[in-house]
């Protein structure tokens, strides 16, 4: 609503009260709202007439001048320098968090055949190959999704030490006492390449090729042949597949306990393949007998590659066994 007509309902309420006979004198503001010129009141049947009603601002009027802001006191400004401070020679080091730590086991277990069975544990080695050394002999193998790894090894000394290293060189270390070796005799070809670059071939008791008697990668015979007696066996060690592997092959015969007699033909064979073809083949042969270990370095110059598939026929690289019954 606005101040007019709340200006004109109050002169109408007051020209009530005059035609009933009320009058109250209400003091007057100090700030008038309203100045009136002329008033005529009628009587009390007749409307009231109010004119010339001169209407102003409530709002209260500023000073001509304000007075503007007053300035702070400037404050004063110290200059300070810091003192000099030497600066120490050693300064702290950073402390060095700490890690898990791995713990490498092996435990060497000796089994019959003159084997020895290695646990290997590493936790922190998930699926990780490592190396394993005995008297010379070298192959590799891989731990599992929880460090940990099982391996039957042929023995070749009665004081057997094996080392499994990892490729940052830690490692474990363990021994067995094997006597029963000097019952067999055994004959191991090692090589680092392709799982198939070389194998290992026995011919017993004047066996041929692809015949019973010849063992070799495809024809392994179980050991229990061999701690019975009957013949030899073949342990393949190493891990097929993986790039530069150490693979050896290893014929075990019971010598000692035979029950037959006759003779032993022992030859290793190289394939010719895409990965050693015009190349060089390092390999190594072992053998155990009455005066130690034999140990022998072989670098064969493999053909062209025009001879895929072919195979060299490696002869007298081992002393053929002359089996007397027992």
């Given at each position: 609503?606005?101040?007019?007509?709340?200006?004109?309902?109050?002169?109408?309420?007051?020209a009530?009260?005059?035609?009933?006979?009320f009058?109250?004198?209400?003091?007057?503001?100090?700030?008038?709202?309203?100045?009136?010129?002329s008033?005529?009141v009628?009587?009390?049947?007749?409307p009231?007439?109010?004119?010339?009603i001169?209407?102003?601002?409530?709002?209260?009027?500023?000073?001509?001048?304000?007075?503007?802001?007053?300035?702070?006191p400037a404050?004063?400004?110290?200059?300070?320098?810091?003192k000099?401070?030497?600066t120490?020679e050693?300064m702290?080091?950073?402390?060095?968090?700490?890690?898990?730590?791995?713990?490498y086991e092996?435990?060497?277990?000796?089994?019959?055949?003159?084997?020895?069975?290695?646990?290997?544990?590493?936790?922190?080695?998930?699926?990780?190959?490592?190396?394993?050394?005995?008297?010379?002999m070298?192959?590799?193998?891989v731990?599992d999704?929880?460090g940990?790894?099982?391996?039957d090894?042929?023995?070749?000394?009665?004081?057997?030490?094996?080392?499994?290293?990892?490729?940052?060189?830690?490692?474990?270390?363990?021994?067995?006492?094997?006597?029963?070796?000097?019952?067999?005799?055994r004959?191991?070809?090692?090589?680092?390449?392709?799982?198939?670059?070389?194998?290992?071939?026995?011919?017993?008791?004047?066996?041929?090729?692809?015949?019973?008697?010849?063992?070799?990668?495809?024809?392994?015979?179980?050991?229990?042949?061999?701690?019975?007696?009957?013949?030899?066996?073949?342990?393949?060690?190493?891990?097929?597949g993986?790039?530069q592997?150490?693979?050896a092959?290893?014929?075990?015969?019971?010598?000692g306990?035979?029950?037959?007699?006759?003779?032993v033909?022992?030859r290793?064979?190289a394939?010719?393949?895409?990965?050693?073809?015009?190349?060089?083949?390092?390999?190594?042969?072992?053998?155990?007998?009455?005066?130690?270990?034999?140990?022998?370095?072989?670098?064969?110059?493999?053909?062209?590659?025009?001879?895929?598939?072919?195979?060299?026929?490696?002869?007298?690289?081992?002393?053929?066994?002359?089996?007397?019954?027992?």
């Amino acid at each position: 609503m606005s101040k007019a007509r709340r200006y004109i309902m109050a002169g109408g309420t007051f020209a009530c009260a005059l035609g009933i006979g009320f009058f109250m004198q209400a003091q007057a503001p100090s700030h008038p709202v309203a100045a009136m010129q002329s008033v005529s009141v009628p009587v009390l049947d007749k409307p009231v007439e109010i004119s010339q009603i001169e209407l102003t601002s409530a709002a209260p009027t500023p000073p001509a001048a304000m007075p503007g802001p007053v300035a702070l006191p400037a404050a004063p400004v110290t200059l300070a320098v810091a003192k000099e401070t030497a600066t120490p020679e050693l300064m702290p080091q950073e402390e060095v968090a700490p890690t898990f730590t791995c713990d490498y086991e092996m435990d060497a277990a000796l089994r019959k055949g003159a084997m020895v069975e290695l646990t290997v544990s590493a936790p922190c080695r998930i699926n990780e190959r490592f190396t394993v050394h005995h008297n010379g002999m070298m192959f590799n193998a891989v731990t599992d999704s929880a460090g940990q790894s099982r391996l039957d090894v042929p023995a070749l000394s009665e004081s057997a030490v094996f080392i499994v290293s990892f490729a940052d060189g830690e490692g474990a270390l363990a021994t067995a006492d094997v006597d029963t070796l000097p019952l067999y005799d055994r004959f191991v070809v090692q090589w680092s390449g392709s799982a198939d670059s070389l194998s290992l071939h026995a011919l017993e008791y004047g066996a041929d090729f692809g015949e019973a008697g010849h063992i070799w990668a495809a024809s392994t015979q179980d050991k229990a042949r061999g701690i019975a007696g009957e013949g030899g066996f073949l342990t393949r060690l190493g891990t097929p597949g993986t790039d530069q592997g150490l693979m050896a092959e290893v014929y075990t015969f019971p010598t000692g306990t035979a029950t037959r007699a006759g003779d032993v033909t022992l030859r290793v064979e190289a394939e010719v393949s895409e990965a050693n073809c015009g190349r060089e083949l390092e390999a190594q042969t072992i053998a155990t007998g009455d005066t130690g270990l034999t140990v022998q370095d072989l670098v064969l110059a493999m053909p062209d590659c025009e001879a895929i598939g072919e195979f060299l026929v490696l002869k007298n690289l081992f002393n053929d066994l002359k089996i007397a019954q027992n």
